[in-house]
């Protein structure tokens, strides 16, 4: 049985903090006093930290930070070369969402857009209040020691604005939960860049050791390795993060660009791997079953770092992917539901060498592929109950309308163990989300050597040999492949293909926009509503 820390993800009432802006809001239904909200360090704890954890995961779209849809794990997925909603008939055209996304034509109107948007910043100003309140108790109660609580929310605070800042660029920095008009002013990517190496340094050593992805009292929170992935990754795409003009052509050299790292000056790339050893040093290595890390149950995986917490009765964060990419049979055949949806892409199939005798051992992993059985290892048939469902891969296409495998077309996603017991259509699930794990701290730390002029070998083949592939040399074109099949359906690719260089490429299905090249839709716009609010802000180039 999970075994929990039930105070972290029960429902806690919050305080009622407005604003000038409407994606600042935050007006909950119920509401606590505020005396009585922090009148004790332990109130101050549930109600000014551990409250802010139910944002972390989510139950409707654009909420939360993986589960969910239309928010920011399809924005990082399905406008890359790794997953495609293909259009079926009179499914999955949802007015021109889904093709939109995938051919960078999202504009500036774009509703899931500016609802992740809100959704990033109403939990940044959720933690602006806290911080704020935290310090009204420090004055009030002097002898109690706060320095945790508040270390605790400023790193959270700092994840938050990682995601805003990856997927928006230039953006506000708001450090306050009731902020005046002129205190949301654009800041430079390189300056917001600057806030979170600094928030997430120097909470680092206030924040507990322990490890956040298993039960206990620090199950799903803040922790030192939490800290120290981010601050990797943070360090391996700082050539991007320090670059105010992404479309100019030109970006800093990640060996120029140096971070005071604990009383060291290092590069980017020494930065990265500092950070990876640290967390190598901690105790995290790769689990000998790679699929361990995604079952049922997955809370005691040595590997993963940060997830977010899944109890189909306990909690309400939802995973949707799984239910919105199965072919309605074969979800039935599992007592379950599906939606006939997402499916990989033509350049997954050859990346992982699909078809081929070289295919890698993760494809049967990550994708339903193929003739489909049950979990009694039945043939799953459709509706005729005499034809055999056959996923057709290579049949992939943006629309596949009126084809013979309109339904049929793509492979599927495989990656989560399938919970028998699932609620609410499977979308309720006791596999815990996986946000952060070792294997992307080995490919990092790997990235890095081979930026930095160094060998990257070793780490890379740490990671290939837990699955049983060849080793192979450690190059950025292997890397990137590499980081398609390890991490595939985890939520990275869009940023990987931006740090290689790659996002705005054509590729099948995908011819590239009238000016992309210069890299204008490796940021998503600032939405049109937030400036009509603001017009103080200014659009980003290219929009």
């Given at each position: 049985m999970?075994?929990?820390?039930?105070?972290?993800?029960?429902?806690?009432?919050?305080?009622?903090?407005?604003?000038?802006?409407?994606?600042?809001?935050?007006?909950?239904?119920?509401?606590?006093?505020?005396?009585?909200?922090?009148?004790?360090?332990?109130d101050v704890q549930k109600n000014g930290v551990l409250s802010l954890y139910n944002y972390?995961?989510?139950?409707?779209?654009?909420?939360?930070?993986?589960g969910t849809g239309r928010g920011i794990y399809d924005l990082n997925t399905f406008t890359t070369d790794e997953a495609i909603m293909p259009t079926r008939g009179g499914d999955w055209y949802d007015g021109g969402f889904w093709q939109g996304l995938y051919l960078h034509r999202w504009g500036v109107n774009n509703e899931?857009?500016?609802?992740?948007?809100?959704y990033l910043?109403?939990?940044?100003?959720?933690?602006?209040?806290?911080?704020?309140?935290?310090?009204?108790?420090?004055?009030?109660?002097?002898?109690?020691?706060?320095?945790?609580?508040?270390?605790?929310?400023?790193?959270?605070?700092?994840?938050?604005?990682?995601?805003?800042?990856?997927?928006?660029?230039?953006?506000?920095?708001?450090?306050?939960?009731?902020?005046?008009?002129?205190?949301?002013?654009?800041?430079?990517?390189?300056?917001?860049?600057?806030?979170?190496?600094?928030?997430?340094?120097?909470?680092?050593?206030?924040?507990?050791?322990?490890?956040?992805?298993q039960p206990g009292v620090y199950y799903g929170?803040?922790?030192q390795p939490v800290v120290w992935f981010l601050l990797a990754k943070l360090a391996l795409n700082a050539e991007v993060y320090t670059d105010d003009d992404w479309?100019?052509?030109?970006?800093?050299?990640?060996?120029?660009?140096?971070?005071?790292?604990?009383?060291?000056?290092?590069?980017?790339?020494?930065t990265v791997n500092y950070y990876c050893e640290k967390i190598t040093a901690a105790g995290y290595t790769l689990e000998k079953d790679y699929t361990a890390n995604f079952a049922v149950f997955n809370e005691s995986s040595e590997e993963n770092i940060f997830v977010i917490p899944m109890s189909k009765t306990l909690y309400t964060n939802q995973f949707i992917y799984l239910f919105r990419s199965r072919h309605y049979n074969h979800a039935k055949a599992y007592g379950l539901s599906g939606?006939?949806?997402?499916?990989?892409?033509?350049e997954v199939l050859e990346t992982f060498g699909y078809d081929t005798p070289q295919v890698d051992a993760r494809f049967d992993y990550c994708y339903f592929a193929g003739p489909v059985k049950d979990l009694e290892g039945n043939q799953i048939l459709l509706d005729d109950g005499v034809t055999p469902l056959v996923y057709e891969p290579w049949n992939v296409a943006l629309d596949v309308s009126g084809k013979p495998y309109e339904k049929?077309?793509?492979?599927?996603?495989?990656?989560?163990?399938?919970?028998?017991?699932?609620?609410k259509d499977g979308k309720l699930l006791d596999n815990d989300i996986v946000l952060f794990r070792y294997a992307d701290v080995l490919l990092m730390q790997s990235e890095a050597k081979v930026r930095n002029g160094e060998d990257g070998d070793a780490e890379l083949n740490l990671v290939r040999s837990r699955v049983g592939m060849a080793p192979r040399t450690a190059t950025l074109k292997n890397l990137l492949d590499e980081r398609m099949m390890e991490l595939a359906w985890e939520g990275w690719r869009r940023q990987d293909m931006i740090r290689f260089g790659v996002f705005t490429r054509s590729y099948s299905c995908r011819p590239q926009l009238p000016g992309e090249e210069n890299g204008y839709t490796t940021v998503f716009p600032i939405p049109e509503k937030v400036i009509d609010m603001n017009p103080q802000l200014h659009q980003h180039k290219g929009y």
């Open positions: 999970k075994i929990i820390y039930s105070i972290l993800f029960a429902s806690f009432s919050l305080l009622s903090w407005t604003s000038c802006s409407s994606y600042l809001e935050e007006n909950p239904k119920d509401r606590l006093d505020e005396e009585t909200a922090y009148s004790t360090l332990s972390v995961g989510g139950y409707v779209d654009s909420q939360g930070l993986q899931a857009i500016y609802a992740t948007w809100e910043y109403r939990t940044v100003i959720l933690c602006n209040g806290s911080l704020e309140r935290i310090q009204d108790f420090a004055e009030k109660h002097p002898k109690e020691n706060v320095a945790d609580c508040v270390a605790e929310v400023r790193a959270l605070r700092a994840m938050f604005y990682y995601y805003i800042m990856d997927l928006f660029g230039s953006v506000p920095l708001i450090e306050k939960s009731n902020p005046e008009v002129e205190d949301i002013v654009q800041e430079k990517r390189y300056k917001v860049f600057n806030f979170i190496v600094k928030e997430l340094a120097e909470s680092s050593p206030s924040l507990s050791k322990e490890r956040s992805n929170r803040m922790t479309t100019d052509g030109s970006r800093p050299d990640g060996k120029a660009i140096f971070f005071e790292v604990e009383g060291q000056r290092l590069n980017a790339w020494q939606e006939n949806g997402s499916s990989a892409t033509k049929t077309a793509g492979a599927r996603m495989k990656k989560y163990e399938v919970d028998k017991t699932g609620l």
